[in-house]
């Protein structure tokens, strides 16, 4: 089976035989993939009504557990955007009921932020809807193949994920 990335590795060897092309076979490949994957994540957002930071912001807050509630700090290393951005998208989810602001118990200049029923369904429907994309993507691989794409991807990831 050739794929697009094929074509264009090929295409380096023929033009440029000095350069070690190997890695385009794999990063361009992840590339595409991340294209087609956004694509999906937006599908599935979109017939929630949600954007993609919602989903974020929402699902940060139901895998928080019962009561679903975080600081803002909180979400903003589980989201890692910055504080001004934070907090505009509390406000608009706000202002749609999807979360909620109260007073932290623990520290009375803070607030928490809880996900709301309406936020908590939401955030369920739309990772159902999420999952249903995903598997489409991933039918092509048996399951042990996936786990093993799924390891691989895990030792390229994991030295970005401990940077400070």
């Known amino acids: 089976m050739e794929d697009e990335v094929d074509r264009l590795v090929a295409a380096w060897r023929r033009e440029r035989p000095d350069l070690d092309v190997e890695p385009l076979e794999v990063l361009s490949r992840v ?14 957002f979109a017939e929630h009504g949600l954007e993609p930071w919602e989903f974020d912001v929402l699902t940060a807050l139901r895998r928080a557990g019962a009561p679903y509630q975080l600081s803002p ?7 890692l955007v910055t504080s001004g951005t934070m907090t505009n998208r509390i406000d608009r989810l706000a202002k749609k009921g999807l979360v909620g602001r109260l007073p932290d118990p623990s520290d009375r200049r803070g607030v928490l932020v809880r996900l709301t029923e309406a936020g908590r369904d939401r955030a369920d429907r739309a990772l159902a809807g999420l999952l249903e994309q995903e598997r489409a993507i991933l039918a092509e691989l048996p399951s042990s193949r996936r786990a093993e794409l799924a390891g691989l991807l895990r030792q390229l990831t994991a030295p970005f994920d401990n940077l400070p």
């Open 73 to 79: 700090g909180q979400l903003l290393t589980q989201t």
């Open 31 to 44: 590339s595409r993939l991340a294209r087609h994957l956004d694509r999906a994540r937006r599908i599935a």
